[in-house]
């Protein structure tokens, strides 16, 4: 009798957990994942500081089923402010990456105690490929001229500075390129370069220098868009709500080209023709 009993309970209880997981539990699940919401995505591509307007953005509707929270809303959130890193067509807006003021010239003092700026300045009669911009990367490419008629010239380029980091283009008054640009300075005082300034750590800096007082150097403009992966950005949606956004979006305009556009610079200052580099030779 017990063992009946007992056989009739599980049977029972088994049956209310299946009624509640089929009636209850599974639909309210399902529920959840058809419940959707409206964010921001960016249907322009913006650059660094640059102020976000109503014609950058498009508010979508996606599923809010695991939506992060950083993901912004409400395009009133983020109109008007400066992006504090580049933003891509087709990435969704993330409230982190917005803020009030523009990111000052000065802030990368503030962010890696590691490097330092240093200077140095150009000429654009050597400027044959375009000017650096503020984040843009550089290969430093250094050119020996030979001592005499019966030694060979030299190209010399240093891992160490294939891949250094433009701070600040300032024209030979100091004022910024960017600034003269938007001041419609005249070009032949303003907008020509005078002055570059990269990020570099202790051993950068000496072979800088060193490239300074040994000749010409060559800065190759890297492409753009090593700079950009740099950018670490979390992850922006779930798998569910990328799908139902299209994201595949996302990714169309990151095909951008590879080709190298060389911007040469020329220093004045004592040649130090004893140091001894590696490098490649070339004939005179």
Known sequence: MRGRLKSILIIVTSLLIAIITGFYLVPKDVEKTRQTTMVIRFKESIGKNQRVKKDHLDVIEIG????????????????????VTPMNKGEFAIRNYFQDNKVPDDAFLYEDTLVDGISFETDLAKCVGGIPKKGDKVRVIIYKKAKDKDSESEVIIYDEL???????????????????????????????????????DIKQQQLLVKGVYDGVIHLALRPRILAQKVKKKPSSLS?????KAGSGQ?????????????????????KNNNTEREGFKLDD
């Open 64 to 83: 809010s089923y695991n939506l992060p929270n950083y993901i912004v809303n409400e395009e009133s959130e983020i109109i008007g402010k400066y992006a």
């Open 162 to 200: 294939s891949s250094l980091e433009v701070i600040k283009v300032a024209n030979k008054n100091g004022v910024s390129i960017a600034q003269a640009e938007n001041d419609n300075s005249d070009i032949n005082n303003s907008i020509v370069p005078g002055v570059v300034t990269v990020k570099a």
């Open 239 to 243: 798998p569910e709500a990328e799908k």
């Open 250 to 270: 996302a990714n169309q305009n990151k095909n951008e080209s590879t080709k190298e556009i060389e911007t040469t610079t020329e220093f004045s200052g004592n």
